[in-house]
């Protein structure tokens, strides 16, 4: 190892990838980040189109400073370096549903056919559970146990939560409701946050999601949109001393004695390292870009068994006018009898109207399919949904870019959209990570370290918790940190909290225990 210098290279410039490169930099190690495509960001990049700037992938709200992402910052000494946005309307989590299920749901916009829409906002999600319910088509005893539900699942610590890592967020709802439709319908609801199917979901993941972005007050997205975040992470690892390279795909990891040497380039250039970072996902790391001879056969095993997070099928849609009133549109594609499919909408220029020329809206939807093919998701019923959702939606827009392959979006879709299809796609290829699902998530997500040494994995396909960005970034910090444990790096202790706060978070503890007790399902 002596001729193998003390440098990381980190494969990959997605939010993960750039914070991990941050942090290393910041702790002194050199490092190089590189990135395939020529621009940076991986499904957190973004493209220019008729002056609107789109994000390539649809993120999820975020607790922006106070989250995840601004922990990143905090540690490297630059806690404002990405201003965080709220919504000019409230935070809301509109629900669309089959007509036949929602007779009598209150209604915040004019419904299209077979569809309602429910406003419920997530500060205040426990006191909308009744106008939730009856979107879902709840019976009023069934309301009632679903209050109970939100109730107890505000309440629940930490602890309870890992209980709850393998169990769908379909049979955790049914735990309150027994009516198996009920519960199939609130089981997507829960799920939405990690875009998989309230059967294949971790409740227990889905859970904290909900909890977090709940207790952070008003949901925020990034100023400049999600691209902001990996671009400030990259110049401020650039400022640190790192070298950023976009057009500069790895073909392979070099092993040998099981001990990393680097990385090849596909242009042939060599890169010696002690410590690679990949967040290429963990089968195309061991199967692709390492081999799997260099690991154990039952990792090898373990890698191959894993249910990869599906592909996301998204759109943009970039509007005349402002036609949302809400943040985010949140639902269940299908109803009246068809399987319910997660689709969530996220309207950037609600947080920061500079993303559109003025007097523009832009949408970022996607809906997903089930990672074991249990549920299909197309544009097609994603359009459907929005338009569902939004009465005359695309009668309005100005262009609709598309998951590539898509019919209808081209049709729709105004100008030369080649540039936003390769967006897309690349987004979709980058996406991939472990899904969330039970025995995929807590105690049983895919470790950051790996059987050969100076091998590590980051961004959604090991470590972290959460969802989206967050997720990321929260796997970001756990690799880095144990990459400096294993050079015997002192991480230093945090500060001890100061009286008063022990003893509010002891009295919060108290009461939540109880009202968690209080609210627990019954048999």
Known sequence: MDEVPLRAVVIGSGVGGAAAALLLAHAGIPTVLAEKERRLGGSAAAYERDGFRVDTGTHMLCCGEDGPLGDVLRRVGQGDAIAFRQSSEPAALCLAVGARRARGAARAAAPGAG???????????????????RGLGLTPLEAARAARLVAHATAMRDVDLSACDDVTAEAYAARFLPRGAAAARLGGLLALPLLLPGAEASAGEALLAWRRLARAGQPRYPEGGAARVPDVFCRLARELGAAVWTGAAVRRVVVR??????????????????????????LPTVSGLVGEPHFPEAYVARARALTPQPRQVQVKIALRGRRVAAAALAG???????????????????????????????????????????????????????????????????FVDGSPGDRRADALAAGDALAAGDA????NALAAGTAQTPGQVGRARPAVYTPVRGLYLAGRAAGGRGAGMELDASSAMECVDRILVDLGRDLGAPAPPALLDIAGALLGRAAASTLSWVTRPRG
């Open 424 to 427: 897309l796609a690349a987004s």
């Open 115 to 133: 569809h309602v829409v429910v406003r419920a906002e997530l500060r205040r999600l426990a006191g909308s559970a009744r106008a939730l319910a």
């Open 257 to 282: 004695d099981r001990r990393v040497r680097g990385v090849e380039l596909e242009d042939g250039t060599a890169v010696p390292a002690r410590i690679v970072i990949s967040t290429a996902g963990l």
């Open 332 to 398: 269940l594609a299908g109803g009246d009898g068809a399987p319910p499919v997660p689709f969530y909408c996220l309207v950037p220029t609600r947080f920061d109207p500079s993303l559109a020329p003025p007097g523009h809206e832009l949408l970022c939807a996607c809906a997903v399919s089930g990672a074991t093919g249990s549920a299909a998701a197309s544009v097609d019923g994603l359009l459907r949904a929005l338009e569902g959702a939004v009465p005359g939606l695309l009668s309005d827009a100005l």
